[in-house]
């Protein structure tokens, strides 16, 4: 079995740490937001949550063009690009005497849109079979910065108020900064994967793709929900008689318990084979916690937040390997692409969404509506297909025409367990997804061999 290599080793932990101290930057004022805005000029509901969304939806826009920038002008300078963006929006925010300057500040932090150069960089530097590895480490520190932002925003807010939390996240760019030009490494040639980067010529294909639009929609409505409510959620610690820099008490032991029950619901849906009725409960979860928050109980609003956050966990966790499933073979680079993209736009519509009800109505009303929202996503999941487990694999396979590759996909689809395959000219290589028992890796290895003879 093989091992990642020093430089991939030091490729994952340095390209985490980036990501994460971005991320971190990003997260941070969701929890506090609510409560200390109030101290801002021209301060309302709807402007609080477009201060809390406003990233995401810079973030969407940039998300998929950056890294095709990167593409063109090379991987760090569009990392280095990015957070001095992030670290310049910092500023704005932490100098801003008004809610509108947080806001564009917060539209400056999104983007700094990096996330697609930082995966491009770390498939210049791995090779394809430890690709997987670096990915996975890298996408972990998303879940693991939220969890830590939610304790962090409310502990530097209670000792310096949100320009507190602007410097720390100005520092943090730079900090990155540092890192990408002393330990990140440099490639010395870019990959041209489409399995791994995310190209423009699949983008239409697959918003067609019914099974992954299906995932998107989800992935939009579950961030649409986490934004939306912590419009609310600070103002209800409030008044349930929790002093603000106390909230972390709440948010502290639920995190932990959600990751932990959390765990279980992972083991059953691989083991047990029951991915769909797993991703049916979790959805369900987010349905109960948000009608559980229309309380006004400390124990209660606790429990809610438990639940919500359980599910959340497993369907952040679980629906990009569906993706990573479902996108057609050397297409998942742009398939993941348009998911992240998506994500940030739900981020977005979270915050109007939030502020906009939470302006002129209760919050139960929010609470019910973004329940209503999680129940409509609950009835899409019925026409979710789970497709069983397959492999990724790629080839070298010089072809001369798009003729030929048609030619050489029947071939391919032909062998044993090969689900589905796609040559790609351009690239000079086939793309299979291989079912993960009765392949004949021999019969295909065979196949490919008699084209080099």
């Known amino acids: 079995m093989q091992h990642l290599t020093a430089v991939e080793r030091r490729a994952a932990i ?16 969701i929890p506090v937001f609510a409560i200390y805005g109030q101290d801002l000029v021209g301060f309302s509901p709807v402007w609080i949550g477009l201060a809390i969304g406003a990233y995401g939806l810079t973030q969407a826009i940039l998300q998929i063009p950056m890294g095709w920038l990167s593409d063109r002008i090379g991987r760090k300078p569009v990392m280095l690009a990015g957070l001095t963006l992030f670290a310049v929006g910092s500023v704005v925010a932490a100098l801003a005497e008004s809610v509108y300057g947080v806001t564009a500040g917060r539209i400056l932090q999104g983007m700094g849109a990096i996330s697609g150069a930082v995966l491009a960089l770390a498939a210049d530097v791995t090779r394809e079979e430890q690709r997987p590895k670096v990915m996975a480490t890298i996408g972990a520190t998303i879940g693991l910065s939220f969890a830590v932002s939610m304790i962090a925003g409310p502990a530097l807010a209670a000792v310096g108020g949100l320009s507190a939390i602007f410097w720390f996240t100005a520092a943090l760019a730079l900090f990155g900064m540092v890192i990408v030009l002393t330990l ?11 399995e791994a980067l995310a190209r423009p010529g699949f983008i239409w294909q697959l918003l067609r793709h019914p099974q992954l639009a299906l995932l998107n929609i989800g992935v939009l409505i579950l961030h ?11 103002a209800k610690l409030l008044a349930t008689g929790l002093a603000a820099p106390d909230h972390w008490q709440v948010y502290l032991p639920v995190f932990v318990l959600a990751f932990v029950l959390m765990v279980p619901l992972m083991i059953i849906a691989m083991r047990r084979q029951q991915e769909k009725a797993l991703f049916f409960i979790a959805v369900s979860l987010l349905v109960v916690s948000l009608l559980l928050m229309i309380g006004n109980n400390i124990w209660q609003l606790a429990l809610a937040l438990l639940i919500f956050f359980t599910g959340f966990n497993y369907l952040e966790a679980s629906m990009p390997a569906l993706v990573s499933r479902l996108a057609p073979a050397s297409q998942k680079g742009t398939a993941m692409g348009i998911y992240a993209s998506l994500q940030f736009f739900g981020a977005f519509l979270g915050g109007v969404l939030g502020g906009a009800v939470s302006g002129h109505f209760d919050s139960s009303l929010l609470f019910a509506l973004t329940a209503l929202i999680g129940l409509i996503w609950l009835i899409l999941t019925r026409f979710l297909q789970i497709p069983p487990r397959s492999q990724r694999l790629s080839y070298p396979l010089p072809v001369a025409s798009a003729t030929e590759a048609a030619d050489w996909v029947n071939r391919l689809t032909g062998v044993a367990g090969v689900q589905e395959a796609t040559v790609v000219v351009d690239e000079q290589r086939c793309y299979l997804k291989v079912s993960a028992t009765g392949f004949d890796q021999t019969q295909l290895e065979a196949l490919l061999q008699s084209r080099q003879s």
């Open 224 to 234: 649409l929900l986490l934004t939306a409510i912590f419009v609310a959620i600070p």
């Open 184 to 194: 990140v490494p440099t490639a010395t040639q870019q990959a041209t994967d489409s």
């Open 14 to 29: 340095s390209l985490a740490l980036v990501f994460a101290f971005r991320m971190l930057g990003l997260f941070m004022l």
